[in-house]
């Protein structure tokens, strides 16, 4: 009886060729260790930080539609399969903050119930984050949006520049705090000529630590404004003499707290020396302005012959434009955080630094699982 030849294996499936539909499953299953990057913003000026950050990841804008029906309510499409796969939302906050809010809401639960494997917000600027201390009666509001982005769905947050650092402690997934301050000290070194002879200010001893920072960084003096005329955040009445105390009130005989002295600022001062410099203001939010020209008044007064102001978040609301062209502010510089093309528009006074190359590595950085500790090289907890 012949014997049956035995052909490798190889040779057994050579003219083998899988159907069309296995090689779709095929791609399928290789695209799903991947990541897409969408965009909850329902406005094209708000957009161009999304666009930005997929140019430099050599990535396309994931397909979806967020648009606001007749009646007010948010609808939000995904157009392609997001299964097993790392989801980036970029979130940029225009004016109309709860719009926005709901618009990166209703995107996470969308992806979520998709089956999206991990969904990560980039939302650089965080909203309400100056709401996150109780005030009298009040809530803490950024509390409450943390807990609403968990119940929808996400996982992670790349933000920047958080107004408090312990709002990190508000949610019950991984945070990412990245800083803009290399790329204003960049701007410094490069756009301003006669750097040297200029000076740090912080316009309130509260901003005296990240003035600091700058001043040490760049080997440049600091000076602090002391006695603003207005009412800063820390002078607020934050509930503790609630209910108002009463002069006749029946209080018992082992109650009795000590007189509390009232509050009075004292006169406006410079603590450094101005005269004859450069007077760099540096703070992380720029958005009622009324403060920043008072504090250039000042330093007008005091000798100071050129003033910038730096600020990561360039909010800039109301009247902002008008009031910055009228002052004795030379060039309020932010970053492209948030939208800010209109108030350029009717300012030219102010500049934009681009922070999407950090929002890029970032996102590049957690989707291949490598150490974020390389976007903080130099930087300070101060900062």
Not at 262 to 284: F, H, L, Q, S
Not at 286 to 294: G, H, L, P
Not at 359 to 365: K, P, Q, V
Request: aromatic content about 6%; hydrophobic content about 40%; overall charge neutral.
């Amino acid at each position: 009886m012949p014997r049956k030849l035995l052909l490798p294996y190889k040779s057994v499936f050579s003219h083998f060729r899988a159907p069309r539909g296995l090689h779709d499953c095929l791609a399928m299953n290789a695209a799903r260790s991947g990541y897409r990057v969408f965009s909850a913003n329902s406005t094209a000026a708000s957009t161009e930080l999304a666009k930005k950050i997929t140019e430099r990841l050599g990535a396309e804008l994931g397909k979806s539609v967020v648009y606001q029906e007749t009646n007010g309510e948010t609808r939000v499409e995904i157009k392609e399969s997001v299964r097993g796969q790392d989801i980036f939302i970029i979130q940029t906050i225009p004016r109309d903050v709860n719009t926005a809010v709901m618009e990166l809401l209703i995107m996470a639960y969308a992806l979520k119930t998709s089956c999206a494997r991990n969904i990560i917000g980039v939302i650089p600027y965080f909203p309400y984050s100056k709401q996150s201390k109780m005030r009298k009666r009040g809530s803490i509001v950024c509390k409450l949006l943390a807990s609403m982005l968990a119940k929808a769905g996400l996982t992670h947050i790349i933000t920047m520049d958080l107004h408090q650092k312990e709002i990190q402690g508000f949610f019950s997934f991984p945070v990412d705090n990245l800083r803009a301050s290399p790329f204003l000290l960049q701007y410094i070194q490069e756009e301003i000529p006669d750097y040297r002879n200029a000076v740090i200010v912080a316009k309130s001893p509260g901003a005296a630590k990240r003035a600091q920072s700058y001043a040490e960084r760049l080997r440049l003096g600091l000076a602090v404004i002391h006695g603003e005329a207005q009412c800063t955040e820390q002078d607020m009445d934050d509930g503790r003499h609630s209910p108002p105390m009463l002069k006749n009130a029946t209080v018992h005989p082992g109650l009795e707290l000590p007189l509390m002295m009232a509050k009075e600022k004292p006169p406006i001062t410079v603590v450094g020396d101005v005269g004859g410099r450069i007077a760099i203001i540096v703070d992380d939010i720029i958005d009622d302005v009324e403060s920043f020209v008072a504090a250039a008044e000042i330093l007008k007064e005091r000798g100071a012959y050129k003033i910038f102001v730096m600020a990561t978040h360039g909010l800039l609301s109301a009247d902002a434009p008008r009031l910055i062209e009228e002052s004795s502010i030379d060039e309020v510089v932010v970053t492209n955080t948030v939208p800010h093309e209109v108030q350029k528009l009717q300012c030219p006074k102010i500049k934009t630094v681009d922070i999407s190359l950090i929002l890029s590595e970032a996102i590049r950085r957690i989707h291949n699982g490598e150490s974020m500790a390389y976007l903080f090289r130099n930087i300070t907890v101060d900062d």
